[in-house]
Nanobody, 127 residues
Framework: QVQMAESGGGLVQAGGSLRLSCAAS????????VGWFRQAPGKEREFVAT????????YYADSVKGRFTISRDNAKNTVYLQMNSLKPEDTAVYYC????????????????????WGQGTQVTVSS
């Protein structure tokens, strides 16, 4: 069992930056693929970013590519999402997730490929 806890959300002006953190507990996630998803009001949850165990393989949604960076600190059992050049359309609840079923596995972009999720942190970007 893995618990994921997001933090770092808040209100920021367009063009600003924010760094989200997701601390895992209950189990070491150093060998697991992790991902970030988001859900805006009235919208379905969508993929944002993912990285594999080493942090060297990453994939991003087209909407955030070049602006967001996913990273991890396995010593701290934590994954991060650095968000730069934020836009109002980035406003959403951001969730972190982990795939604990495939150690040292590939990156995933689908919700159903992750088995443990955090409760989310709100990011609001004003224009």
């Amino acid at each position: 069992q893995v618990q994921m806890a997001e933090s770092g959300g808040g209100l920021v002006q367009a063009g600003g930056s924010l760094r989200l953190s997701c601390a895992a507990s209950g189990r070491t996630i150093s060998s697991y693929t992790v991902g970030w998803f988001r859900q805006a009001p009235g919208k379905e949850r969508e993929f944002v970013a993912t990285t594999t165990w080493s942090g060297r393989t990453t994939y991003y949604a087209d909407s955030v590519k070049g602006r967001f960076t996913i990273s991890r600190d396995n010593a701290k059992n934590t994954v991060y999402l650095q968000m730069n050049s934020l836009k109002p359309e980035d406003t959403a609840v951001y969730y972190c997730a982990v795939d604990s079923r495939h150690p040292w596995g590939p990156a995933y972009i689908r919700e159903n490929q992750y088995d443990y999720w955090g409760q989310g942190t709100q990011v609001t970007v004003s224009s």
